[in-house]
């Protein structure tokens, strides 16, 4: 694993990127509110996406100062654009390692995933959505071409009907699957190696 820097307009991005050594694809985590590089549930994906000869990218999209104000406010964690902005500037970086690049993206970084893929057609092969709000991507959503991949879990009622919208106004390769017994989170035996299952599959199958 090596940490690195990833300058995104006036600020720079701490991140964790694992490369093994016959990967084709890297997988740029967009992490949901509240949450960071450290979230246990996205290490655990990258994790089995590294078995799978993945290389993988765990990165702050605030920096440690927005993330103490954060903590009281709680507006940037919802700031859509502006995790958008920085994931395709993160996106604009890993252009240069040849490597083809998907999003995954939970809660609300789908939604930045998705726009962010809708601004970088060119980059963006493919998205994976766990337990998130892609319809928040708004007037992006159609202009995705990358393939979409949206998870959500079977007991997250709100969640599913949310991203039934949503994938109703994507235009790309698409599919949703419902996990049974699982709730927003996937925190119930054996549904996030489901989730990591189904995106590694999907991610190598598009990278």
Avoid at 4 to 22: C, R, W, Y
Avoid at 158 to 186: M, R, S, W, Y
């Amino acid at each position: 694993m090596e940490g690195i820097k990833v300058q995104a307009g006036s600020v720079e991005l701490t991140g964790d990127m694992h490369v093994p050594e016959k990967s084709k694809g890297i997988v740029l985590f967009a992490h949901g509110s509240g949450s960071s590089r450290l979230s246990p549930r996205n290490q655990y994906v990258a994790n089995v996406l590294q078995k799978g000869n993945l290389a993988t990218l765990l990165i702050d999209l605030l920096t440690l100062e927005e993330e103490r104000v954060d903590e009281m406010t709680r507006e940037l964690r919802f700031d859509i654009p502006l995790l958008a902005k920085r994931l395709v500037a993160i996106i604009d970086w890993l252009h240069n390692t040849g490597k083809n690049i998907g999003c995954f993206g939970a809660s609300t970084g789908a939604a930045a995933a998705l726009i962010a893929a809708a601004e970088r057609k060119k980059s963006v092969k493919a998205v994976v959505s766990r337990g998130g709000r892609p319809d928040l991507a708004g007037n992006s959503l159609p202009l995705v071409t990358a393939p979409t991949l949206l998870i959500v879990g079977g007991n997250d009622q709100q969640v599913i009907e949310l991203n039934q919208t949503a994938l109703d106004e994507l235009k790309c390769e698409k599919e949703l699957v419902i996990v049974p017994g699982a709730t927003h989170l996937f925190e119930e035996r054996g549904t996030l190696e489901e989730v990591a299952r189904l995106a590694l599959e999907w991610f190598t199958k598009h990278l």
